[in-house]
């Protein structure tokens, strides 16, 4: 009957959300604690050319080194992080860190062209975004011609002064790069008038490339999308040497993955001033 039912619903669900309660909780301290310690690292995958897998430059991923807990992933704690409030230290942290490597590697004259910085939905529309990278560039010196900041299409439908912001920063000098495209909802006329320099197709529709048929067509879609809009085209995930060819012969200039490498720390990116494999 109705009473049962009710019951048994009060007891299904009432645990479970205050586990996800508390749960959300002692991630919340946990990355207060973190932040006031320096629990954070940036890792950097290198984004690769597809047509000779010359190193063009690096995407800066955040990780969480919990005492212990271990490594953890930005997937784990990057949406908490965005609810509470505490996306925007981590990912100052985050932009600051990947810029000061940056311009480290630029006076070891290993010279990566670009890194590459997430910024999430809440970072990119508080109000002092802008001044916050400026002043980021002008304390690491990392020139803003080399720095290209990752929004997702979330941003531009959720950010009502998305557009500005974004011309705000192309005037500093920053590239931008649309990630997971794909993935979310843009307008095409919005893209076409926006400064935007790169699409990163999502990972998803790579992964089963090159024998899914509806895979195909999209990324086809997607890559004709990107030449007639003269915009740069990374994709991500290519973990098969028949993913990187047919996204090659395609006309994908730019790729990451586990192919070419997966993210690390920059201190085993070049060992002994050698680097693995990169310029
Ligand atoms: P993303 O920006 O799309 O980053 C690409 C993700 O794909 C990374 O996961 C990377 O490690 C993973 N990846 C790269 N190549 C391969 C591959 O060949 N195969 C597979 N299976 N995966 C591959 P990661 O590092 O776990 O990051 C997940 C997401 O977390 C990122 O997706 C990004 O949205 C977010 N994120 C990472 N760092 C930051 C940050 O500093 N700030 C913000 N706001 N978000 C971040
Ligand atoms: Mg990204
Ligand atoms: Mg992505
Ligand atoms: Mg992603």
């Keep these: 009957d109705a009473k049962a039912r009710g019951r048994n619903r009060y007891c299904f669900y009432a645990p479970d959300m205050a586990e996800r309660a508390l749960e959300r909780m002692t991630i919340e301290q946990g990355l207060r604690r973190a ?3 320096q629990h954070f690292e940036v890792h950097y995958q290198p984004v690769v050319a597809l047509d000779d897998r010359r190193v063009i430059g690096f995407e800066a991923l955040v990780r969480w080194r919990h005492p ?23 990912g ?11 311009a480290k590697w630029l006076a070891e004259g290993h010279a990566p062209s670009q890194i590459a910085v997430n910024v999430s939905v809440r970072q990119f529309g508080a109000e002092d975004f802008v ?7 002008a304390e690491t ?24 912001v ?3 920063l192309k005037t500093l000098g920053i590239r931008i790069a649309i990630d997971d495209f794909g993935t979310g909802f843009s307008s095409l006329s919005l893209l076409k008038h926006l400064p935007i320099d ?27 999308l990107s030449h007639t809009l003269e915009l740069e085209m990374t994709a991500e995930g290519i973990e098969t040497e028949a993913q990187l ?14 192919l070419f490498a997966r993210p690390a720390l920059a201190t085993a990116l070049f060992v002994d001033g050698q680097s693995k494999g990169l310029n």
């Design 245 to 258: 060819e047919f996204l090659r012969e395609l006309g994908c200039q730019c790729g990451q993955g586990y």
């Design 198 to 224: 790169r699409l990163k197709i999502d990972r998803s529709f790579v992964r089963d490339l090159p024998h899914d048929a509806n895979d195909a067509a999209i990324t086809r879609a997607i890559i004709g």
């Design 68 to 90: 212990e807990r271990g490594l953890i992933g930005p997937d784990r704690f990057i949406p908490v992080a965005e609810e509470c409030g505490l996306i925007e230290p981590i």
């Design 35 to 37: 932040l006031e310690r």
């Design 141 to 164: 010196g990392f020139p803003a011609a080399q720095l290209e900041l990752e929004i997702t299409e979330s941003v531009l439908q959720e950010i009502e002064h998305s557009q500005h």
């Design 92 to 102: 100052r942290w985050v932009l600051r860190t990947a810029c000061e490597q940056g």
């Design 131 to 137: 001044y916050t990278v400026r002043s980021v560039l």
């Design 166 to 168: 974004i011309e705000a």
